[in-house]
């Protein structure tokens, strides 16, 4: 027995205009999302290759190219630096390694004025690295 099928499946004209739509909304929401500012320092680290890492404890901060200080990505004073680091410091059962995250063109002598701030007996932080981006047609480390 031959039952009758009324089901019209895809036999009426295929309509754009829902497609559109939501490819247009899409659009939108792209380029209001690109328009957003991206949370975070705007940071150019310098680059360099066959750099070493680090396998201790470590406390960083950051430097901006207008050469703001930032830790715990709050923006600080050198006196509230002086603060968080030698908290750091107090509370770590090794000593600490301070990793400055500088924009290339932050001044030689800004870093080393915050070489010798967290060199400070209260602090005690004797090991300092700079951090640094790897160079684009460096090849890759050897394990």
Known sequence: MKFPRHAKLLRSHFDVAPFAAVLFLLLIFLLLGALLPVPGIPLRPPAA????????????????????LYYENQIVTERQLRVDLQAAARGAREPLTLIIHADKSVSYDRLARLALLAREPAIGITNLLLATLPRADAAPAKP
Do not use: K, Q, T, Y
Not at 49 to 68: F, H, K, T
């Open 49 to 68: 290759d066959n750099l070493p890492g680090i396998d201790r404890p470590s406390v960083s901060m950051a430097v901006d190219a207008d050469e703001r």
